[in-house]
């Protein structure tokens, strides 16, 4: 055995990992070109077990869970490799795609609120939003676009959109079970759940269509390498959205809205025709 071994197998725990906790973004994934696959599955891989372990690890330290795994993290960084599968198959990408510690921190530091707050004013809402959605969309574009800063730059936005629209869904997706089993509110300025109405939903609402009417803008741009990947999650999560809309609050809290897997193949199918097809500009 070699050490390539070893992080040929990091990489692929980081990509069951991600098949096992998203069929969307998995599927997505799956219709990148080769050279982005490895690299995208280890950013979600790490930010999927950060995002369990304030979610999910509730009969555990989670404060002191989190705080070793954001060490763990930044000493793998500095020393370029762990014995934590998750953790080194992620710092290989942070060095081979330059993904700075300014993205890295913020994103640790959403995950470290949602251990201690369980409401958000606006200006607390939009540090959250963009430490746990906007930053992985902006570690992806490193991905995408390497060392063509001018394209990093033209598609920086975008990428912030295209994060914030997903995780304000999710909020929205979510809502009973964000109240029920964590108790929290992501609807900025609300901090009751009484105070839960279908103005504060229409209100996010609006702020979403802006978002992904400015994430389809970027999109257009991509590299055809990852074009029809991520255009496919877009349409996904903009179904999600659309069935959402549909809803008032009291049916929300009483359901999740689903996307169903034969609808799931025809979305690819609709994309790869606009994609590949009627060459998506």
Not at 54 to 77: N, R
Not at 91 to 111: C, E, P, R, T, W
Not at 215 to 233: D, E, M, Q, R
């Amino acid at each position: 055995m070699t050490f390539e071994h070893y992080e040929n197998t990091c990489t692929q725990i980081s990509k069951k990992l991600t098949v096992a906790y998203s069929t969307s973004f998995s599927l997505g994934i799956k219709v990148f070109a080769p050279e982005y696959r490895d690299p995208i599955y280890s950013i979600y891989g790490w930010v999927r077990v950060a995002d369990e372990i304030v979610d999910t690890f509730l009969d555990s330290d989670k404060e002191y869970l989190l705080k070793k795994f954001k060490e763990d993290t930044y000493e793998a960084i500095q020393q370029k490799i762990s014995a934590n599968p998750i953790i080194h198959s992620f710092q290989k990408v942070v060095h081979q795609y330059n993904i700075g510690f300014d993205l890295i921190d913020a994103f640790l530091k959403s995950m470290e609120m949602d251990l201690e707050e369980t409401s958000h004013d606006r200006v607390n809402y939009d540090s959250y939003i963009y430490g746990s959605a906007e930053v992985v969309g902006l570690m992806c574009l490193n991905v995408f676009v390497g060392v063509n800063q001018k394209k990093h730059n033209e598609l920086r936005d975008s990428a912030k959109m295209l994060g914030s629209a997903f995780q304000k869904v999710n909020f929205l997706r979510d809502i009973k079970s964000d109240l029920e089993q964590r108790s929290r509110i992501y609807l900025p300025g609300v901090h009751d759940k009484i105070f839960i109405s279908n103005a504060n939903k229409q209100k996010l609402e609006t702020e979403i269509d802006k978002e992904f009417h400015e994430a389809f803008k970027g999109i257009k741009k991509l590299p055809i390498g990852v074009k029809l990947g991520v255009y496919s999650a877009y349409l996904y999560y903009l179904m999600l959205f659309k069935k959402i809309k549909q809803m008032d609050v009291k049916k929300l809290m009483s359901t999740r809205v689903r996307i169903s897997n034969p609808y799931k193949l025809f979305l690819l199918v609709k994309c790869y025709l606009e994609v590949k097809v009627l060459k998506m500009t």
